[in-house]
C-alpha cells in the first residue's frame, strides 16, 4: 500500500479526460461573461505569439492559487500583494526591515515611536498621504481586524503634518516589523467615507502602482497602471489577477498562453514546464513550513501519546523526495534550520513502532485485523485538507498510507477555505497547514499569531501557559541575540507540547512565461506585483 501510494504520488498520470475537463475549464475562464476585463485574454494570446506591438499596451495575467472574496486592504494580503496597498515599512531581500511609505522612524521611549511619513506620495484618487491619514487607516485597520489590533497593540497616535507619533499599551521593540504585516497596509479613509465600506473593499484606495479597475470575487482582478505613483510609472499598463485553486489548471493556462506567471506550480509539473522553450521554473526557498495542526479541543488530541504517535508517522524525508521532487527540505521546527532562531536538532525519522506502542501506552490496544481500538472504538481521525497548495493533499495521502500501516485509520476530507473551515467546524482532529513562519525576519509574529489566544493562526484555540510565558518575555525583548534565545527556547517548548508537527519547509515554485522580464518571487511572498516587472 504505502510503495503504490508513493509510486502514484510520484507519476501522477493526466488522464485523457481530465485533461479535456480541465482545459474546458480554462477557456471558460478567458472567455464570455466571466472574461478578463480590458482585454486580458488577449495578453494570453500575446504571451503565445511573444511580443507586444509597437505602442500597443503592456498587459501581463497572473494565476493565484488562492481565491478572495473581497479586497478588504485590513483583513487580507491580496491587496498589498498584487500592487494596490503599501506598508510604512517593508522587508528587503535580506530579511531587513526597510523603508517604504516612511522614510524614517525613532523610539523615543520603550513605548512611544516616531515616523517621517514619505512628503512626495499620494494615494490612488489623488489625495495627498500626510500623518493624519496614515493614523486615520491605522484606526480603521485595528476596528476592522482583531488580529492587526493585537499585533500592534496602539494605546494613542498623533499626526503633526508628516510626522506620526505612536505609543503602545507595551514595550514594543519589534514594533516597526509588525508593520510590514499586510494587514497594516495603508489606504485613504476618506475615499472608503465617500464610496462605502462594502464598495470601498471590493476597489480600495491605496498608495500602490495599481489600482484596481474591476473587481469579481473569487473570479479575478482587473489593475491598472496608477500614473501618479510615487515610486516611478509601472512599467506594465494592465495587470490581470485571476483566482484558481487546482494546480493543473493553473499549469495548462501557462503552457497555453492564458498566462504568463502561474504561482504554486505543482512539483510533478516542473520537469514537462522546463522542456518548454517558452518558459521557466522559479524555485526559490521560502520562509513557509507545511505542517499538521493537531485540534486540541478534541479529548484525544490533548493526549501527547497519540500527537507524538502522529508525529512518528509523519515521513519527511519521503515528503521532500516523493512529493516535493526536491522542491523543499525535511523541517525539525517551524522556522528553517537555516535561521538563526531556527532549531539545528536532526530531523525526526519516522518509527511506526515507536508510534504504535505510544498509542498502546494511550489505552489503544490492536485486533486481529491490526487496526487500533479503544473501548470498542475504532482509532478513526478526521484529517483536513486543501487544494490552494498542490501538495498538501498528497501529504495527506501519504501520511494516510503509513498511518494504516500502523493501524490508524484516517479519513481525509478537502475543503476549500480552510481558515474558516477549521474555526466553525468541530469535526477535524489535524489538518495539514502552510504557513509562512518568519515573514519579517522574526519568529515573534508567527509565535504569537499561532499560539497566543486569539492569534490569527490559532483556528485550535492552542492555550500553553509556558509558551505564553516565554512569548511574553519574546515581545519585550529588543536585543537580536537575545530575541534568537528566546525564540529558540520557545521552540523547545513547542517540541516539548506538540501542538504541531512540523514536514517541510517547501519552495516557492512558480511557472513564469519568458516575456516577463524583471520579475521573480520573493521568499516573503509579500511583494508580487511590481512597477518593475515588465513584458517583452
Not at 60 to 66: C, H, K, Q, R, S
Not at 267 to 277: N, P, T
Not at 499 to 522: D, L, T
Request: charged share 25%; glycine share 8%; proline share 5%.
Amino acid at each position: 500500500m504505502q510503495s503504490t501510494v508513493r509510486s502514484a504520488i510520484r507519476t501522477k498520470p493526466y488522464f485523457y479526460i481530465a485533461l479535456l475537463c480541465l482545459l474546458m475549464t480554462v477557456a471558460a475562464c478567458s472567455s464570455g461573461g466571466n472574461g478578463p476585463v480590458g482585454g486580458a485574454g488577449a495578453s494570453g494570446t500575446k504571451a503565445a505569439d511573444g511580443a507586444e506591438k509597437a505602442g500597443e499596451a503592456k498587459k501581463l495575467t497572473l494565476l493565484y492559487n488562492f481565491k478572495s472574496s473581497s479586497l478588504d486592504p485590513h483583513n487580507g494580503a491580496i491587496p498589498l500583494r498584487m500592487g494596490v496597498t503599501e506598508t510604512l515599512v517593508r522587508m528587503d531581500e535580506k530579511l531587513e526591515v526597510k523603508p517604504w511609505l516612511a522614510v524614517k522612524w525613532t523610539a523615543k521611549d520603550e513605548w512611544t515611536w516616531v515616523f517621517t511619513i514619505r512628503d512626495s506620495v499620494t494615494f490612488q484618487d489623488g489625495t495627498k498621504l500626510d500623518a493624519a491619514a496614515v493614523k486615520a487607516s491605522f484606526e480603521r485597520g485595528v476596528a476592522a481586524s482583531k488580529s492587526l489590533a493585537s499585533a500592534l497593540k496602539i494605546a494613542s497616535m498623533e499626526a503633526s503634518g508628516q510626522e506620526l507619533t505612536v505609543v503602545t499599551t507595551e514595550p514594543s521593540p519589534s514594533f516597526p516589523s509588525e508593520l510590514v504585516n499586510p494587514s497594516a497596509a495603508v489606504i485613504s479613509v476618506e475615499a472608503e467615507k465617500k464610496m462605502g465600506k462594502d464598495a470601498f473593499n471590493l476597489a480600495p484606495v491605496g498608495t500602490g502602482p495599481f489600482q484596481v479597475k474591476q473587481f469579481k470575487p473569487n473570479i479575478e482582478i482587473a489593475l491598472e497602471r496608477y500614473e501618479g505613483y510615487w515610486d516611478g510609472k509601472a512599467k506594465l499598463n494592465e495587470v490581470t489577477v485571476k483566482f484558481n485553486e487546482d494546480a493543473n489548471v493553473r499549469v495548462l493556462a501557462l503552457q497555453s498562453g492564458e498566462a504568463d506567471i502561474a504561482y504554486h506550480i505543482p512539483a510533478e509539473s516542473v520537469a514537462s514546464l522546463e522542456k518548454d522553450s517558452r518558459l521557466r521554473v522559479e524555485s526559490v526557498a521560502g520562509l513557509r513550513v507545511h505542517f499538521l495542526l493537531y485540534n486540541q479541543k478534541k479529548t484525544l488530541m490533548q493526549d501527547i501519546k497519540v500527537r507524538k504517535a502522529i508525529d512518528l508517522l509523519l515521513n519527511r524525508v519521503s515528503i521532500a523526495k516523493d512529493v516535493m521532487l526536491g522542491h523543499a527540505v525535511p523541517a525539525n521546527g517551524p522556522f528553517n534550520s537555516s535561521l538563526p532562531f531556527g532549531s539545528k536538532d536532526q530531523v525526526q525519522k519516522p518509527d511506526p513502532a515507536g508510534a504504535k506502542k505510544l498509542l498502546e501506552e494511550a489505552g489503544f490496544q490492536a485486533g486481529a485485523d491490526g487496526k487500533l481500538a479503544k473501548d470498542g472504538q475504532w482509532l478513526t481521525l478526521e484529517l483536513i485538507t486543501y487544494k490552494g497548495r498542490p501538495e498538501l493533499p498528497l501529504i495527506a495521502q501519504l501520511l494516510q498510507s503509513d498511518a494504516a500501516a500502523a493501524g490508524v485509520t484516517m479519513n481525509i476530507k478537502t475543503v476549500e477555505n480552510v481558515d474558516t473551515y477549521l474555526r466553525e467546524n468541530k469535526d477535524w482532529d489535524l489538518a495539514t497547514y502552510s504557513n509562512s513562519t518568519a515573514p519579517r525576519g522574526d519568529g515573534g509574529f508567527f509565535l504569537n499569531s499561532a499560539f497566543m489566544p486569539g492569534g490569527a493562526l490559532n483556528a485550535a484555540g492552542l492555550d500553553s501557559p509556558d509558551l505564553k510565558e516565554v512569548i511574553g518575555r519574546l515581545n519585550a525583548a529588543g536585543d537580536i541575540g537575545k530575541r534568537v534565545q528566546l525564540t529558540q527556547e520557545a521552540v523547545g517548548v513547542i517540541k516539548r507540547e506538540l501542538p504541531q508537527s512540523y514536514a517541510v519547509y517547501p519552495n516557492i515554485v512558480v511557472g513564469v512565461n519568458k516575456r516577463v522580464s524583471n520579475w521573480k518571487p520573493g521568499a516573503e511572498e509579500y511583494y508580487i506585483v511590481t512597477n518593475q516587472m515588465d513584458v517583452k
